[in-house]
């Protein structure tokens, strides 16, 4: 229900100005107008001179923190934010979460929720988890998502935590291929630009109901301007400019494969891709024997199905190495929550491929008879200049 947005702003200004904050975050813009900065984070702090309230602003290209004193100067300090035209505030205290966002025609759409504190001290397996990005985040009010999706997009963040450097500054053009829901989609946005950067990113995905109403939800939550989506296939839709980012969280069969021959010939810094079912090589181990001594892996079909996984990731993550990339393969969440719960991080490094490299992903794809759909889309010349599987980086 919507509520004057004066009467919203001064319930903000109140909780911002409470001791007990925790953490601010403010966002977006209003319809027709264009805040100074594209985002404020404030929190308080205690330094050598007493408390303070921090606050961490952004103008798209540089972040800009500064420590201002309780009382008149953080006052100031607050109202000059609360001026500017913010499309969406999110403030934390140890009490109360509020989460503001204003409609087109101006006014306030509120969401408030009570704090909940444990009863006593958890210990142990007990403990509770610290998300990334709660569960209980307001964004989930708009987005949607089970509560064992929001488990596996939080640790698709944590993976995502550990692979940007620390020090990683904007802007950074990021694409989520085959997005779907967009639940990882806004997720990340939420959380990458939580950490000052400057982002742009771009959800990709087949079907046109699902870009309408992703692009519906991200001018409702104010993120328009930044988060957009394209209809396509993932081997074609137009993305531009290059992302330096290429996420791909559970794209079925070969269409991982899609996205990680897209992160390549887009040059990609960083590619994390959690593959779904893999039935290109498993059908291909149906229709051969075994090499010997072997037979006994793929003779009974649940063994040979998920041997034909573990060989389809080793071999894609052997694909990316050969192109440059430093590459592992890892569990990024518990299997109770999926069993499809590897993650293919890569980074890229320019590097050329040794020669062991290249002999040891030629052996073991003519030992078992497989062509790789990762390994055919490499191979073919696109005029982006993608080498051959075989070609060493070097010679991009």
């Not at 800009?64 to 100031?76: C, F, Q």
């Not at 403990?127 to 949607?144: S, T, W």
């Not at 993932?234 to 069969?253: G, Y």
């Not at 040979?304 to 440059?324: M, Q, S």
Request: overall charge neutral.
């Amino acid at each position: 229900m919507a509520e004057s947005l004066d009467a919203a702003l001064g319930e903000v200004r109140a909780l911002l100005l409470d001791p007990a904050l925790t953490r601010a975050v403010a966002a977006g813009r209003r319809r027709g107008l264009r805040p100074n900065v594209v985002r404020a984070e404030l929190r308080p702090v205690t330094l050598k001179a007493g408390p303070r309230l921090q606050i961490a602003t952004s103008d798209g290209a540089r972040p800009y923190t500064r420590n201002v004193a309780p009382g008149r100067e953080a006052a100031e300090a607050v109202d000059a934010l609360l001026a500017e035209p913010f499309g969406n505030w999110h403030v934390e205290t140890a009490d109360t979460t509020l989460q503001l966002r204003v409609t087109k025609s101006g006014d306030a759409q509120v969401h408030r929720a009570r704090a909940t504190r444990p009863t006593a001290e958890p210990t142990g397996n007990d403990r509770a988890k610290e998300y990334l990005l709660d569960p209980g985040d307001p964004i989930f009010a708009e987005i949607g998502g089970s509560a064992a999706k929001r488990r596996q997009v939080d640790a698709f963040l944590r993976a995502l935590a550990a692979t940007l450097p620390d020090e990683l500054t904007g802007p950074l053009r990021v694409v989520d291929l085959g997005c779907g829901n967009a639940y990882l989609t806004f997720a990340a946005y939420r959380y990458l630009s939580a950490r000052g950067l400057d982002v742009e990113l771009v959800g990709v995905d087949v079907r046109e109901d699902q870009r309408l109403r992703n692009t519906e939800l991200a001018e409702r939550m104010g993120w328009g301007d930044r988060v957009r989506f394209v209809a396509g296939t993932i081997a074609e839709a137009v993305v531009d400019p290059a992302p330096d980012l290429v996420l791909a969280l559970h794209a079925c069969d070969t269409a991982t494969d899609e996205a990680l021959a897209r992160a390549v010939r887009w040059d990609a810094r960083w590619v994390l891709a959690a593959p779904c079912c893999h039935h290109d090589v498993a059908a291909q181990l149906r229709a051969r024997p075994a090499p010997t001594p072997y037979d006994l892996l793929t003779r009974q079909g649940i063994l040979r199905e998920r041997f034909a996984d573990v060989l389809t990731d080793a071999l894609r993550a052997g694909l990316l190495r050969l192109h440059g990339y430093r590459t592992e393969v890892v569990e990024f969440v518990d299997s109770r929550h999926t069993p499809r719960n590897l993650l293919i991080r890569a980074r890229r490094s320019g590097g050329a491929p040794t020669d062991e490299q290249r002999r040891d992903y030629r052996e073991l794809v003519d030992q078992w008879r497989v062509t790789p759909r990762l390994e055919a889309l490499l191979a073919t010349e696109d005029g982006s200049g993608t080498p051959s599987a075989s070609a060493p980086a070097g010679a991009r």
